[in-house]
């Protein structure tokens, strides 16, 4: 039982051939030495939006616009919302990003810039949410989910793809994980190439709700925290539909970080292997670095996720350690 299958992943490659990019697989001498097998990245960090965000929305926003839908809206105003007004802009189409009043100038400015109209609703994510909801039912818009939707789990899916295709003996891949689209795709494509290999799903010790639903064995909240990850909070929402389910069946081992750790990856990322990368673009290399993964079996891929980190932040943690 899945929510997608192999013939999903592969019209999704389709759809967003051209407009995104195949990402290069390159090993990292560094990881390799420290795990003892050989250690590839997987660099979403190169995508036109700076995050793997891009292959879900374009995967989505393209099959609405084969069904004739030209207007569209989310309530993100991270990496998603980001994705969505590039990929409606290169498709022709609306798009509307809903963000509360609190939102920082800088945020609005990246989101308009990328042409999309930006909706100002409210004083919380909630609000934003809400109006998201109202365009949608009273404007004619339809709403792009950043994870839980089948055609932007098959959008992340081709990672997993590109990875067993540019490295068919791979045997574990690590990624890191939130709502789940990204583990869900990139899990299901990968073991139904290759059933054997090892999934890792990576996130922040505080305020993850994937891994809190996996425990509880169903979806519930948590309070968000303020994390170096921050593409990696936020709620999988309490009628996950498809995420949920898919992560529990795939993932064979979770894995937990302190922020210590994932600043480590952040260093790490830019001194031994010059990237930039986010926190939750980290924390795979933060496991292979603090050898929290016991004897994994090579060779690894670590899915580096997105590289839209705040410079000064950056600047402060190569300058801290
Ligand atoms: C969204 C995001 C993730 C997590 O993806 P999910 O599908 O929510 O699990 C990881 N890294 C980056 C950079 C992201 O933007």
Known sequence: MSAISLADVYRARQRIEGRVCRTPLVESPALSHMAGVPVHLKLETVQPTGSFKLRGATSALTELAERGVTRVVTASTGNHGRAVAHAARALGIEAAVCMSSLVPKNKVDAVAALGARVVIAGKSQDDAQVEAMRLVREEGFAFVP????????????????????????????????????????????????????????????????????????????????????????????????????????????????????????????????????????????????????????????????????????????????
């Not at 936020?234 to 750790?261: C, K, P, Y």
């Open 146 to 321: 950043p994870f839980d939707d089948p055609h932007v789990i098959a959008g992340q899916a081709t990672i997993g793809l590109e990875i067993l295709e540019a490295l068919p003996s791979t045997a574990t891949v690590i990624v890191p994980l939130s709502g789940g689209g990204l583990f869900s795709g990139v899990a299901f494509a990968a073991k139904q190439i290759n059933p054997d290999v090892a999934m890792i799903g990576v996130t922040m010790a505080r305020g993850a709700a994937m891994h809190a639903s996996l425990v509880a064995e169903k979806p519930v909240l948590v309070d968000e925290v303020e994390t170096l990850a921050d593409s990696l909070g936020g709620g999988i929402g309490l009628d996950n539909q498809l995420t949920f389910a898919m992560t529990r069946a795939l993932i064979d081992r979770v894995v937990l970080l302190d922020e210590a750790s994932i600043a480590r990856g952040i260093v790490h990322a830019y001194r031994e292997e010059r990237l930039v990368v986010e926190g939750a673009a980290a924390v795979g290399m933060s496991a292979v670095l603090d050898r929290v993964l016991d004897a994994p079996r090579g060779p690894i891929v670590i899915v580096v996720s997105g590289c839209n980190i705040d410079i000064e932040l950056h600047r402060r943690l190569i300058g801290a350690l």
